[in-house]
Nanobody, 119 residues
């Protein structure tokens, strides 16, 4: 069984920064794409950023230039550095990963971590 555990959420003032981490554990051969998604109150879950095993990245337009996704393949961990935070970034942030084990790829979600940005 594979688990994703997020950490680093919290309360921050507008203009501040937070760094989210997500570590994958369990029987893992490799991890292809890792990413962060978020769900704001009353809204659907949206893509924030993704990163491939080769470090190719993609960002939602709303976070470009403010957020940076990175990963440490040796630690099976993905990070999200969030700078210049805005109240509209308030959401539950979820980690996602395409995990390969026993020759099969599984899509796995973390439990989510709350990020609250006050104005």
């Amino acid at each position: 069984q594979v688990q994703l555990v997020e950490s680093g959420g919290g309360l921050v003032q507008a203009g501040g920064s937070l760094r989210l981490s997500c570590a994958a554990s369990g029987s893992i051969f490799s991890i292809n794409v890792m990413g962060w998604y978020r769900r704001a109150p009353g809204k659907q879950r949206d893509l924030v950023a993704t990163i491939t095993e080769g470090d190719s990245t993609d960002y939602a337009d709303s976070v470009k230039g403010r957020f940076t996704i990175s990963r440490d393949n040796a630690k099976n961990t993905v990070y999200l550095q969030m700078n210049s935070l805005k109240p509209e970034d308030t959401a539950v942030y979820y980690c996602n990963a395409d995990v390969v084990r026993a020759g099969v790829e599984f899509n796995v979600w973390g439990q989510g971590t709350q990020v609250t940005v006050s104005s």
